[in-house]
Structure formats: C-alpha cells, structure tokens
C-alpha cells in the first residue's frame, strides 16, 4: 500500500476552503471515516479536480478525486460510501468509509426590481437562508424601512447595467431574477446578466414580453446557449397570481435549479404505481 506521509494540516485545507469559496468555486471535502489506518484524513476536491490534502494512500486519493466529480454533479450535500462503493479494485480499503460532503458559498439571490414581486421575493428568499440583493432605480423602493432584513442588501441603481454586474461578481452560486417594471429595464438588465455565469436566471412577463427580450439580446449578438438557459416566463406553474404567490413559484424553480429537483409532484410515484 502506497502511503503519503506529507499530507497538509487541518489549517491548509481550512485555508484552501477559504480560498475557493471567495472565487464562488464548489468543492468535495473527503473525510476518512473509518479504515485501518489514517482515520481523520482529508482530501479537498475542487469541481476543476484540483486536490488539496490526502487521504494517505495515493491509489485511493486517485480514486476519490474520480468520485468526488461524480458526487458533486449528484447535488447531494453528504454521504457516507465504502470505497468498495466507488473503487471495488481497492481491496485493501473495500470496508474503509468516506465522508464526502458539499461546500459551496451560501447561496445568494440578485432580484432586479422592488416592486410587489420583487420586494416578496426577497423577504421569502430572506426567510429561507438565501442572501439577498435587491436591485431599483427607484430609490425610495429600496430602504430599510420597507425591508428590515439584515440578509437582504438594498442597492438604489444609478445604472441598472453597473449595479447587476456589480452584484453578480462571477456568477457562480448566484440565482438572478429580472422582475423590473417594464421593457427598457428588462433589456438593460439582461444585457447585464447574459453574458456571465449566473447559476440560474429568470425573467418575469408574458410569453410575448420575455420572447421580445430574448430576440432583442439574440440580435446584439448574445450566445444562444445561454439564452437557452434562460428561464422565461420565470417560475414554476402553480397558477400563482398574488406577488407572494408568485415570488415562491420563483424561488421554487431556483431550489429545484441548485438541488436538482424535478419540479413534480411527489404523489405522482403513487398514481403511477398505484401504491
């Protein structure tokens, strides 16, 4: 058995955590759980397959910086597998168990517009653990008064353009919803969105209304595959038609987007199956 006695301290792979979640970056930490040797061992996996640490054994490193890629695409936030699991040629670690689990930075919300939609949206996101930033021209639509929440961060936008990119930084763990007032907003603030690597972003309006858009920011020349992703009309149909009401059918398809939920019934098993 090949070993790695030069495995960095706790402090290296704190450090090395600190460091990707500043750049917005999703990481695997695997954790040696039970084995019979280097119990404690860790091994930091970035989703690039970038490693910090080891579980000291390089064989076994090789075969959960494989694993850690499929892991982290299963959006699961922990789980514990024997390495017989994932690497049955290991033999002499089939019964040893890992740990792995998901860190990435705490999820944030960027909602262009304080309007009815966009001021429940933020509250809601708020109330659920997301970090919220909430975007108008409207100065008086973004004060304290209105939003109490320390978790929501209000910003009076000069420039819908500078604001958005401001707050989006790389994109990565951040959900955008474009819910302003009307067309010229819209357009401004997709010009803005498109072109970065937002995690989910959602336009309000009619089928009518978002096409324009879209066919608006295809004609400046934005990449069609991002404006596939694109989710217009915004939200999930749950036949929402309070502010409210469709502020969680919003953030009901972004859980669904970062959790990789399906977005149907959970009683639909039942009728299929008869159970």
């Not at 290991?90 to 998901?102: C, D, G, I, N, Y």
């Not at 469709?246 to 953030?251: C, G, K, M, Y």
Request: hydrophobic residues 45%; proline residues 3%; contains cysteine.
């Amino acid at each position: 058995m090949e070993t790695n006695e030069n495995s960095p301290p706790l402090r290296e792979i704190a450090q090395a955590v600190e460091r990707v979640l500043e750049h917005g970056a999703i990481v695997a930490l695997a954790t040696l759980i039970e084995a019979p040797t280097g119990v404690g061992a860790k091994l930091l996996v970035q989703d690039s397959g970038q490693e910090t640490g080891s579980l000291g054994d390089s064989e076994l490193d090789r075969a959960v910086i494989q694993f850690a890629k499929i892991f982290l695409e299963s959006r699961d936030d922990a789980h514990v597998f024997h390495v017989k699991e994932f690497a049955p040629q290991l033999s002499q670690w089939a019964e040893a168990r890992v740990l792995l689990e998901r860190i990435q930075p705490e999820p944030r919300i960027v909602i262009c517009g304080a309007g009815h939609v966009g001021a429940a949206l933020a509250k809601l996101a708020s109330f659920i653990g997301y970090r919220a930033t909430l975007i108008d021209d409207r100065p008086e639509f973004v004060t304290r008064e209105r939003f109490a929440e320390e978790s929501i961060e209000l910003i009076a936008a000069e420039s819908w353009a500078r604001a958005v990119l401001a707050a989006i930084g790389n994109g990565r763990g951040v959900s955008v919803a474009v819910v302003t007032r009307g067309h010229n907003e819209d357009e401004e603030c997709m010009h803005a969105v498109i072109g970065s690597d937002a995690d989910y972003i959602g336009l309000i309006g009619s089928k009518r209304r978002t096409n324009i858009v879209l066919d608006r920011l295809r004609q400046a020349g934005a990449d069609e595959e991002k404006l596939n992703r694109v989710h217009a009309p915004i939200g999930l149909d749950i036949g929402a038609v309070t502010p409210e009401e469709v502020a969680l059918s919003v953030l009901s398809e972004i859980v669904a987007q970062r959790r990789g939920g399906k977005s149907e019934s959970l009683s639909t098993w039942r009728r299929a199956t008869g159970v």
